[in-house]
């Protein structure tokens, strides 16, 4: 049982997360003293977070269902993807759980890339996956979310329920308002995200709630090939420093 980063082989489960403790104003009747270490628990995970990823190279984030094990061909294109993304020089990181994300990071192992896992404390799929390389276990989701953000330069989105759905729209909007500048997005699934882009044109474009340049933001495939090739390419264009090639001058000063 995991509780935050800590594993714990001898307490069952618990019946709450630390999420819901500190959300749950009501049930904590001792809050105004708890909330300060709540503050500096919080602060660690993001020290804890950036001082173990702060080294990582240029990154590709994959979100999707924990629940699409690997008898579906869900869990066969995350898993050719994870592959692919490593032969095109990226690291692979993943929420670190079981089904896609799973999927994901083996497909990074087995073909020798990096491959990274960033888990959250659930009352359920709490392990992270044994393809995982470099994996952190978080409590809160706002400071495992910023590391998904800081840490990687692209997106892509395999079918998923609500935790990917929240995932594929905090990113949009990160990258819609420019809070994130060098961050391609990729819906890997046609017939699962057609109906979903669909009504994003006729109700949000279509009522004006967004702008027409804001449907250019993703690209919607069913091949692995075009979407790494996207990533790719758009990579070219964009200033993250860590998506450039070092030059004679960065390696001698290194």
Not at 23 to 41: K, N, S, T, Y
Not at 82 to 103: C, F, N, S
Request: negative net charge; charged residues 20%; proline residues 4%.
């Amino acid at each position: 049982m995991l509780r935050g980063p800590v594993l714990m082989r001898s307490e069952g489960a618990q019946a709450s997360t630390y999420d819901q403790r500190l959300l749950e104003l009501g049930a904590d009747h001792d809050w105004q003293h708890a909330d300060p270490w709540r503050i500096l628990r919080i602060q660690g995970e993001f020290v804890s977070g950036f001082d173990a990823l702060s080294g990582l190279p240029k990154a590709v984030t994959v979100f999707g269902s924990a629940r699409l094990g690997e008898n579906t061909p869900e869990y066969a294109l995350g898993r050719k993807l994870g592959a692919a993304l490593t032969e095109a020089g990226y690291a692979v990181i993943t929420g670190g759980g079981p089904g896609l994300m799973e999927a994901a990071n083996r497909g990074a192992s087995e073909a020798g890339g990096l491959s990274v896992g960033l888990g959250i404390e659930l009352p359920h799929e709490q392990s992270l996956n044994k393809w995982v390389d470099l994996g952190l276990n978080f409590r809160y989701f706002f400071a495992r979310k910023t590391m998904f953000l800081k840490y990687s330069q692209a997106f892509v989105t395999l079918p998923g329920g609500f935790g990917t759905m929240d995932e594929l729209f905090e990113v949009l909007c990160m990258v819609q308002t420019g809070k994130v500048t060098n961050f391609p997005i990729v819906l890997l699934g046609v017939d699962f995200y057609s109906g979903l882009l669909e009504w994003a044109h006729d109700q949000l474009l279509g009522k004006g709630l967004i702008s027409e340049v804001d449907t250019d933001l993703y690209l919607l495939t069913d091949s692995v090939e075009e979407a790494v090739h996207h990533i790719v390419h758009r990579h070219h264009v964009m200033t993250d420093g860590r998506l450039k090639e070092p030059t004679t001058t960065d390696q001698v000063e290194n």
